[in-house]
C-alpha cells in the first residue's frame, strides 16, 4: 500500500491563484474527502496531482518519491490514477476495449477484482457493446471502472456520483468499497455531502484556494467557517 503526500502545493494561471500552500497526507489504505464551494480549486488540484497541470509551487511524493510535474502517462505507471466528474470512455469502441486500454495505459497488468466490479455493475453482459450506446449511469461507471482498471495504488475521485441519479448513487459506495479492499488508497471530491459523510472517516475543506478545515466530517460541518463557505453554493462542480 501506497503513501500520497502533498507539501506546500500551489497552483497559479497567470496572475489567478487557484490554491496555495495545501499540505495534507492520504496515508496507506486510507480514504480522505475533499470538498469545497465553486471555485476551490478541488478538480485543479486532482489534475496537478496526476500531472495533467504542472504545479507551480510545492511537491507530490508517492512512497516518498517526489513526483512533481511528472507527465500523466509516467504518474500512472508508478501507481497513481485519477477518475473524472464527466463521462470519459473512448466512445467508439466496445465496453471490453475501453478496459483494456485502461490496463494497457497503467501498465501494471490487470488487477485483481476486476471482473467482481464488472459484475457488480451489470457491464460484464455488455463487454461487447459500444460504449456511447450505453445509459449515462453505467457509462460513468464504465469510466470508474476504467481507472481501477489501470491497477492503482493511490486513486483520486473527481465526482464520482456526478450525474447519477440518487438510485444509482449507491455503486459508487460499492465501487469504493471493492478499490479500497483492494489495498487501494482513495481521494474522493465530491458534492453529495451525504456520500461524504458515509463514506469519509476524515474530510479537508478547501475554500478561495486555502485549506480551511481538515478532521472528521461531523466536527468539520459543524463549523461556523465551513457552513458560512457553503452558504448558497450547495450543488458546486468546481
Given at each position: 500500500m501506497t503513501e500520497l503526500r502533498v507539501e506546500g502545493l500551489g497552483k497559479r494561471f497567470g496572475g489567478l491563484r487557484v490554491f496555495q500552500d495545501l499540505s495534507f497526507t492520504l496515508p496507506a489504505g486510507g480514504l480522505l474527502g475533499v470538498i469545497g464551494p465553486n471555485g476551490a480549486g478541488k478538480t485543479t488540484l486532482i489534475n496537478v496531482v496526476t500531472g495533467r497541470q504542472a504545479a507551480s509551487a510545492g511537491k507530490?511524493?508517492?512512497?516518498?518519491?517526489?513526483?512533481?510535474?511528472?507527465?500523466a502517462y509516467a504518474v500512472s505507471r508508478l501507481g497513481l490514477a485519477r477518475s473524472?466528474?464527466?463521462?470519459?470512455?473512448?466512445?467508439?469502441?466496445?465496453?471490453?476495449?475501453?478496459?483494456?486500454?485502461?490496463?494497457?495505459?497503467?501498465?501494471?497488468?490487470?488487477?485483481?477484482?476486476l471482473n467482481g466490479l464488472l459484475d457488480a455493475f451489470g457491464l460484464a453482459p455488455r463487454l461487447p457493446e459500444i460504449a456511447d450506446k450505453l445509459p449515462y449511469g453505467l457509462q460513468k461507471m464504465l469510466g470508474l471502472v476504467m481507472a481501477f482498471a489501470?491497477?492503482?495504488?493511490v486513486l483520486l475521485l473527481d465526482e464520482p456520483a456526478a450525474g447519477l441519479e440518487r438510485t444509482e448513487r449507491q455503486h459508487v459506495d460499492t465501487f469504493v468499497g471493492h478499490?479500497?479492499?483492494?489495498?487501494?488508497?482513495?481521494?474522493?471530491?465530491?458534492?453529495?455531502?451525504?456520500?461524504?459523510?458515509?463514506?469519509?472517516?476524515?474530510?479537508?475543506?478547501?475554500?478561495?484556494g486555502v485549506l480551511l478545515a481538515d478532521g472528521p466530517p461531523a466536527e468539520v460541518l459543524?463549523?461556523?467557517?465551513v457552513i458560512a463557505a457553503y452558504l448558497g453554493d450547495t450543488e458546486e462542480a468546481g
Open positions: 507530490v511524493l508517492l512512497d516518498g518519491r517526489d513526483i512533481t510535474n511528472q507527465p473524472f466528474q464527466q463521462t470519459n470512455t473512448f466512445k467508439s469502441v466496445s465496453v471490453a476495449e475501453n478496459i483494456a486500454r485502461a490496463v494497457r495505459f497503467g501498465g501494471r497488468g490487470t488487477p485483481d477484482g489501470a491497477g492503482p495504488k478499490v479500497r479492499a483492494s489495498g487501494t488508497s482513495v481521494l474522493i471530491v465530491e458534492h453529495d455531502m451525504d456520500m461524504i459523510r458515509r463514506l469519509c472517516p476524515r474530510i479537508l475543506v478547501l475554500d478561495a459543524a463549523r461556523p467557517d
